[in-house]
């Protein structure tokens, strides 16, 4: 629901959201910790943390954007951003 008006958010519109979401928790360095949406679509991975996400479910969720008329290689840009972060950080021990 969009807050105040009463009417259900169109799948655009959670795409944007989630890709908003995503594109500031980057710029802050958290963007593991953004959850999926959870009615974006009934195949997308819902409610799990960006950062756990495997590349089946990121590639789902970039045809899904691509579905929507949307940018879905945003998302598998920040995740792969996202990976190699988390990677250098395992292997410098932290």
Do not use: Y
Not at 4 to 9: D, K, Q, S, W
Not at 19 to 38: K, M, W, Y
Not at 46 to 70: C, D, Q
């Amino acid at each position: 629901m969009m807050p105040g008006t009463g009417r259900r958010l169109g799948r655009e519109e959670i795409w944007d959201a989630f890709v908003d979401e995503l594109d500031r928790a980057g710029q802050a360095g958290s963007a593991a910790s953004v959850l999926t949406p959870t009615t974006l679509h009934v195949d997308a991975p819902a409610g799990k943390p960006f950062g756990s996400l495997t590349r089946l479910e990121v590639e789902n969720l970039v045809s899904i954007g691509n579905a929507v008329g949307r940018r879905g290689d945003v998302v598998k840009e920040i995740w792969t951003a996202l990976q190699k972060t988390q990677r250098r950080a395992r292997l410098r021990g932290n």
